[in-house]
């Protein structure tokens, strides 16, 4: 009986030590290329292994008015979070994100999506790109 209550006691304290939570306020730097450069806000709710949430930024230099663009089906696997949005103004494309923790940092690698060219026309981002997201405070 002893036994089997320590292994129980064990294999939990193993699955907590394992478990990744990326639920939080994320602050990515430099990621919005427009004229405002506002901070992106990545909003992440983890449950399990599903992730669900929002990319918030300013890109509209005239009215400066926030995107919200919801993160759809968002994985986690280990420390690795996939998810894809949908980006872009008048053609909206899929922006994919794949992102490992590392601490109180996501290292993202995005590809596909929209960036915002010389009069605000979307084009495709055709080379993948890295991002950091820092956890706010």
Do not use: C
């Not at 006691?9 to 430099?30: D, P, Q, R």
């Not at 292994?49 to 300013?58: A, L, M, P, W, Y």
């Not at 290292?107 to 993948?128: D, I, M, N, R, Y």
């Amino acid at each position: 009986m002893r036994l089997l209550i320590l292994s129980f006691l064990l294999s939990v304290v193993a699955m907590a030590a394992s478990a990744v939570n990326f639920s939080g306020k994320w602050v990515i730097e430099g990621a919005n290329r427009g004229p405002m450069r506002q901070p992106t806000i990545l909003i992440l709710n983890q449950v399990g292994n599903e992730v669900i949430g929002s990319v918030s930024s300013r890109i509209d230099a005239g009215s400066a008015s926030p995107t919200h663009n919801e993160i759809l089906d968002g994985k986690v696997e280990g420390d690795t979070l996939t998810f894809y949005v949908w980006t872009g103004l008048d053609r909206p494309m899929k922006a994919y994100y794949k992102g490992t923790l590392a601490g109180e940092e996501i290292k993202f690698t995005v590809t596909g999506g929209a960036v915002l060219g010389a009069g605000g026309q979307g084009a495709s981002q055709q080379e993948p790109h890295q991002i950091t997201a820092k956890r706010a405070k």
